[in-house]
């Protein structure tokens, strides 16, 4: 076997190893969010509120870790702005949890702020780029014609 091959299938057992690894995490994050609802339907309608959307949103995050891992074991270049979108999830999440709870200060409120436009842009930044490169593609492609 040439270490290209040896490459490769080491490659292809650690990228199906981490995507069943976020698979399962998914799963349980699910059937952890359904028994929470369940339970805190005989405590108050505004803790399942909460306890849905805190796990609706690190359900998001999983998904978006999963998009980046698969783009990434795939060769595609999309898989940073996956990583940013899950970064912003998780961020956005953490604020709303902090204001649900009422656990979040105005410095943090402030600095996960500043993290998540941070990130916005360089997310803009990114795509935008590819966004223009498409279009140009397109242009030349109709000119050739």
Do not use: C, P, W
């Amino acid at each position: 076997m040439s270490s290209e091959n040896l490459s490769k299938l080491v490659i292809k057992i650690t990228s199906i190893t981490v995507q069943i690894l976020l698979i399962i995490g998914l799963i349980i994050i699910l059937l952890y969010t359904i028994t929470q609802t369940i339970e805190s339907f005989q405590i108050s309608l505004i803790d399942v509120a909460s306890i849905i959307l805190e796990n609706s949103l690190l359900i998001i995050v999983f998904l978006e870790v999963y998009l980046s891992v698969v783009d990434f074991f795939h060769g595609k270049g999309r898989s940073v702005v996956y990583v940013m979108d899950a970064t912003l999830s998780f961020v956005l999440r953490e604020i709303i949890i902090g204001i649900l709870t009422g656990s979040v200060t105005d410095i943090d409120l402030l600095a996960m702020s500043g993290a998540i436009g941070i990130i916005a842009s360089g997310r803009f930044l990114l795509t935008g780029r590819n966004l223009r490169l498409i279009r140009r593609r397109k242009v030349n492609k109709e000119r050739s014609k």
